[in-house]
């Protein structure tokens, strides 16, 4: 069945990954031990290619496909962070990619993505539904759509990320993972599950895009058009038919952040251990350090998603 992905799925994953990907660093701060009363270790996928962890679900997406599907390209919508990573992979995969952006995506992952050899089409976020105008792409061009999070191979892709962790440093009593569309927490949860079945899983949200939150808890899909907040990687605007069952049966518990957390956690992250994250990549880290979710003595493994944050129109807002 598809979409039921195992451990086995992302174990597959990390061998096509290995020697590719690189195994991020797992980052540990006295400070934020002291602060929080737990052993934290952040799993730091900002030093990740590409500056996030989508180019662990692109890669073992796109090496899946059938030659002929290599051969024709694949095509995405996406925010950023999965256009970079799946242009990245189509390049190292000899596979043309076509991204479909929003025209207000941050400078940097346009040129970025540009630059991995994808072509670009923007769009008005306002105006025009990202999925439709994908769709028509890809029959008008016999391509491939690879969606950022709604896939299983995606899924099992961005799972690597937390079986490297607890590969690494051993059982978590909990992991915070952020949560836009779901992907990434569902393939971490299922790892996590199944390597360390006692270890809690709680996703982490912008509270102004709290739609997984309200799902989760209401049992229904709930849908947020256009959220505002600064976590971009956030803005997905509802969970997927593939993520959202996988999410409540693997998962926890789900929290929110707000907007003034998450700026003071990209300024702590930076000042104390000298990381750039982006505003979504913060996100776990903000539930922990704000105290949204407290465990006194666990052992906690928090998930930094990414690191690719446009610095000049950051200060422009923020100084
Ligand atoms: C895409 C992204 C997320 C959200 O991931 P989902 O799989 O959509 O939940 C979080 N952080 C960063 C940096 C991202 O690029």
């Given at each position: 069945?598809?979409n039921?992905?195992?451990?086995?799925d992302?174990?597959?994953a990390?061998?096509?990954?290995n020697?590719?990907?690189?195994r991020?660093?797992?980052?540990t701060?006295?400070?934020?031990?002291?602060l929080?009363?737990?052993q934290?270790f952040?799993?730091s996928?900002n030093?990740?290619?590409?500056?996030?962890?989508?180019f662990r679900?692109?890669?073992?997406a796109?090496s899946?496909?059938?030659?002929e599907?290599k051969?024709?390209?694949?095509i995405t919508?996406?925010s950023g962070?999965?256009?970079?990573g799946l242009?990245?992979?189509?390049?190292?995969?000899?596979i043309?990619t076509?991204?479909?952006m929003p025209?207000?995506?941050?400078?940097?992952?346009?040129?970025?993505?540009r630059?991995?050899?994808a072509e670009?089409v923007?769009y008005?976020?306002?105006?025009?539904?990202r999925?439709?105008l994908t769709?028509?792409?890809a029959?008008?061009?016999?391509?491939?759509?690879i969606?950022?999070?709604?896939?299983p191979?995606i899924?099992?892709?961005q799972?690597t990320?937390a079986?490297?962790?607890?590969?690494?440093v051993?059982?978590?009593?909990l992991?915070?993972v952020?949560?836009?569309?779901?992907?990434?927490?569902s393939?971490?949860?299922?790892a996590?599950?199944?390597?360390?079945?006692?270890?809690k899983?709680?996703?982490?949200?912008?509270?102004?895009?709290?739609?997984?939150t309200?799902?989760?808890?209401?049992?229904?899909?709930?849908v947020i058009?256009?959220p505002?907040?600064?976590a971009?990687?956030a803005?997905?605007?509802r969970?997927?038919e593939?993520?959202?069952p996988?999410?409540?049966?693997?998962?926890?518990?789900?929290?929110?952040?707000s907007?003034e957390a998450?700026?003071?956690?990209?300024?702590?992250?930076w000042?104390?251990l000298k990381i750039v994250?982006?505003p979504t990549g913060?996100?776990?880290a903000?539930?922990?350090l704000?105290?949204?979710?407290?465990?006194?003595g666990?052992?906690v493994?928090?998930?930094?998603?990414?690191g690719?944050?446009?610095l000049?129109?950051f200060?422009?807002?923020?100084?």
């Amino acid at each position: 069945m598809q979409n039921s992905i195992t451990i086995d799925d992302i174990q597959a994953a990390a061998n096509r990954l290995n020697s590719i990907a690189n195994r991020t660093p797992v980052l540990t701060s006295r400070t934020i031990n002291k602060l929080t009363k737990n052993q934290v270790f952040l799993k730091s996928e900002n030093f990740q290619r590409t500056g996030s962890f989508k180019f662990r679900g692109a890669f073992n997406a796109l090496s899946q496909l059938s030659i002929e599907q290599k051969e024709q390209g694949v095509i995405t919508f996406s925010s950023g962070n999965h256009a970079q990573g799946l242009a990245l992979a189509g390049k190292l995969l000899d596979i043309p990619t076509t991204i479909v952006m929003p025209d207000d995506a941050p400078a940097v992952k346009q040129a970025a993505t540009r630059g991995y050899g994808a072509e670009i089409v923007l769009y008005k976020r306002k105006e025009t539904s990202r999925e439709k105008l994908t769709q028509v792409l890809a029959e008008q061009k016999g391509l491939k759509i690879i969606p950022p999070f709604d896939h299983p191979h995606i899924i099992a892709g961005q799972g690597t990320t937390a079986l490297e962790l607890i590969g690494e440093v051993g059982e978590l009593d909990l992991l915070l993972v952020c949560c836009g569309g779901g992907g990434l927490i569902s393939g971490c949860a299922i790892a996590t599950k199944a390597l360390a079945p006692n270890c809690k899983v709680i996703g982490v949200e912008p509270e102004k895009a709290n739609d997984a939150t309200l799902s989760f808890y209401s049992k229904t899909i709930h849908v947020i058009e256009n959220p505002n907040t600064i976590a971009d990687g956030a803005r997905t605007h509802r969970l997927g038919e593939l993520t959202f069952p996988l999410i409540l049966q693997h998962v926890d518990e789900m929290v929110t952040v707000s907007e003034e957390a998450i700026i003071r956690t990209m300024l702590f992250l930076w000042e104390r251990l000298k990381i750039v994250v982006e505003p979504t990549g913060t996100l776990a880290a903000a539930a922990l350090l704000e105290g949204v979710v407290k465990a006194p003595g666990a052992r906690v493994g928090v998930v930094i998603s990414g690191g690719n944050v446009d610095l000049r129109k950051f200060f422009r807002e923020f100084q």
